[in-house]
C-alpha cells in the first residue's frame, strides 16, 4: 500500500456542497458533467462493507438524498451512481445526472466520448449549478438533523 | 421510450446464483472478469430512488452481502459498486472483485483495457465460481429468512 497520504483525508477533493460529521458532499467539476457530485465517507476506510449497520444506512441515504436532488432539478435522462476508489481507495460515491445529449450517453463517463455534448443543453444545466448546490446543502442538512 | 421488452424483465440476465422475492443475483460472464455479478431488483424501477425506505434498506443489504463474499472468497484488491442503467434503465447493481492484476485496473471495468490479465491468476479466480456462486447463495438465503 502507498505511503502517501490520501488525497480525500488530504484535501476537499472537489467544491464544498455539504460538511456533516461522517460525510462530505463536493461538486466534481468533470469537464462536460457539471452535475456530477461526491459523496465522500469521512473515515478513511475502503469499502462499503467496512461501515457498520448505522453508518452504511447513512452513507446510502446521502446518496439517495444527491439522488433525489438530481432528479427533481434536472430531470437527467438517467442517474450513474458508483463507488469505484481503485486510484483513491477511500470510500466515495460518485453520483452523477447523465442525459442523453452528453458526450459518453448511454456508455458510462469512465468510456470513450461518443460525441461533443450538446452546447445550449450543458449551459442550461451548468447555469442551475448554484440553485442545486443549495438545494443539495438543504436536503443533506434535513437529513442529519436529529429526528 | 422504448416500447422493446425490458431485458432484464424478459430474460435473465446471466447464469442464476440466487432468486428472492425483490431481487435476485446473476453473474455476468464478462470476459477478463469472472467475478462480476449483479444484483437485480424484481420490480421494473429505473433509479434506487424509486425505492421505499425497506426496499432500499434490503437492496443496498444485498449488494453489501454480495460485496462481503467477494472480499472474503477472494481478498480482491478492490470492490468496485456501480448502479448506471443507462442502457437497459431497469434497477440492477453491478457488483465486481478487482484485481491489480486485470485488464483494466485501476481504471473502471468501462474504461479502455490497459493490459492483457495475468493468465494465472484469472485461472485461480475462474477456478473457485463454484465456490463463490455457492457461498453467496447461502449468504442472500441467510439475508432474507424471516428474523
Redesign the interface.
Known sequence: MSTEPCVLCATEGGIPVFQGEKFRVIRAQEAGFPAFYRVIWMAHV????DLDAPD??LC?AA??AV??VL?EQLQP???????????V?HLHWHVIA?FDWDSH????V???AQREPEAAALAQVTAKLGVLDQALAQSLTALILPA
Open positions: 475502503a469499502e462499503l462493507s452504511l444506512a446510502m446518496v439517495v439522488e433525489r432528479r435522462t438517467k442517474i450513474n451512481l458508483a463507488a469505484l476508489g481503485n486510484m481507495a447523465r450517453f448511454p456508455a458510462p469512465w468510456a470513450t
